[in-house]
């Protein structure tokens, strides 16, 4: 068991999920600072000094223990999750763009009359013998 276990462990892509899932934690807090830090001032603003962090609704309790629905912080952890999101998908596309395989120059064309594959230069083919 502790064999296959160390087999399963040492696989390429444990470790590349586990590098994954280190990096995109350190990520989070990043764009999380992102949010909170520069993007929900930018919006307090705009809004007119609204902190979205701080807008509850009580709805129940005592005025010394109150239930509030903080709704504010459900906005703010959309607005992360929306940026995470998008930054991600920018990324991946980034990545996707740089691994494009490189197409080689045809140097193939196809007989008109028996449809087998001959150089592009050819004026013969030599599988049916017609002029190209």
Do not use: W
């Not at 902190?51 to 703010?76: C, E, M, R």
């Amino acid at each position: 068991m502790f064999k296959e276990f160390k087999t399963f462990i040492l696989r390429g892509n444990v470790m590349d999920l586990a590098v994954g899932v280190i990096i995109g934690g350190a990520f989070g807090k990043i764009v999380s600072s992102l949010v909170s830090d520069i993007i929900t001032p930018v919006i307090s603003i705009v809004t007119g000094g609204v902190d979205l962090s701080g807008l509850n609704v009580k709805i129940g309790g005592t005025d010394a223990a109150p239930v509030l629905l903080t709704y504010g912080k459900f906005i703010q952890n959309t607005i992360d999750f929306l940026i995470v999101a998008l930054v991600i998908f920018m990324m991946v596309k980034i990545v996707n763009t740089l691994h494009k395989p490189v197409i080689a120059p045809t140097t193939t064309k196809e007989c008109p009359r028996c449809k087998m594959s001959i150089s592009k230069d050819a004026t013969r083919c030599p599988h049916c013998t017609s002029d190209i």
